[in-house]
Antibody
C-alpha cells in the first residue's frame, strides 16, 4: 500500500524558516513525480511545488524564491524548505504523488495527483 | 495562469438525486483535468483524471466529461457518503490551478 506521511509543521514567527518532510512507503520518491499542495484555513486548494523524477522543479509564484523542494533518496523522503515565512503561508500542507498521462501528440507526460498524505499544519504568527 | 471557475459554489441536494458540477477553464486545457473530493479535516481524494477517467475504487455513480474549457462532474444517485466539497484542477500548464470548490450539502 502506498502511504505518504507529512511532518514538520508547527507555529513559527513571520520571517522564520521551517522544513516539512513527507516520508513515503510503498513507492520510491526518487522515481516519482512529487508535489506539495496547501490549503489555508477555510479556503481552497493551492498547488505549491513539484519535483520530477529527473530532478526538475517548479514553484507557484507566491512561494518562488522562498521555498525549495528536494528529496533524500536514502530516506525515501520528500522535503519542502520554507524560508522567510509570511502569515499568508499559514495552511495545511499536503504532499502528493503524481501519475502521468502520456500525450502521444506532444510526446509529453501530464501529471495528476493520485495519492495524498494527511497533511501537516503550518501556522505563521507572532 | 489558467483560472478555474466552478459552479455552483454550494449545492443542496437529497440522497438519490442526480447532481452536476461545472468547471470552466480560462483557456483550453485539452482533457488535462482532475476532480477531487474532500471531507472536513481530510486530504483530497482523486475521483476523476483526464476529464473522464474514473480512478480505481471510485464508485461508478461518479462520472466526468468535457474538454477544452468546459467540464462537468456528475453524481448519478447521491449517497450519504457523497456530501463533501469537490474541486476541479487543471494539470495542463504550470502553475497547476484548482477551482474554488463546490460544497455539496444535504437538503
Amino acid at each position: 500500500e502506498v502511504q505518504l506521511v507529512e511532518t514538520g509543521g508547527g507555529l513559527i514567527q513571520p520571517g522564520g524558516s521551517l522544513r516539512l518532510s513527507c516520508a513515503a512507503s510503498g513507492l520510491i520518491v526518487s522515481n516519482n513525480y512529487m508535489s506539495w499542495v496547501r490549503q489555508a484555513p477555510g479556503k481552497g486548494l493551492e498547488w505549491v511545488s513539484v519535483i520530477y523524477s529527473g530532478g526538475s522543479t517548479y514553484y507557484a509564484d507566491s512561494v518562488k524564491g522562498r521555498f525549495t523542494i528536494s528529496r533524500d533518496n536514502s530516506k525515501n523522503t520528500l522535503f519542502l524548505q520554507m524560508n522567510n515565512l509570511r502569515a499568508e503561508d499559514t495552511a495545511v500542507y499536503y504532499c502528493a504523488r503524481g501519475s502521468g498521462n502520456y500525450d502521444r501528440e506532444n510526446f509529453y507526460y501530464y501529471y495528476y495527483m493520485d495519492v495524498w498524505g494527511e497533511g501537516t499544519t503550518v501556522t505563521v504568527s507572532s | 495562469d489558467v483560472q478555474m471557475t466552478q459552479s455552483p459554489s454550494t449545492l443542496s441536494a437529497s440522497v438519490g438525486d442526480r447532481v452536476t458540477i461545472t468547471c470552466r477553464a480560462s483557456q483550453s486545457i485539452s482533457s488535462w483535468l482532475a476532480w477531487y473530493q474532500q471531507k472536513p479535516g481530510k486530504a483530497p481524494k482523486l475521483l476523476i483524471y483526464k476529464a473522464s477517467s474514473l480512478e480505481g475504487g471510485v464508485p461508478s455513480r461518479f462520472s466526468g466529461s468535457g474538454s477544452g474549457t468546459e467540464f462537468t462532474l456528475t453524481i448519478s444517485s447521491l449517497q450519504p457518503d457523497d456530501f463533501a466539497t469537490y474541486y476541479c484542477q487543471q494539470y495542463n500548464t504550470y502553475p497547476y490551478t484548482f477551482g474554488q470548490g463546490t460544497k455539496l450539502e444535504i437538503k
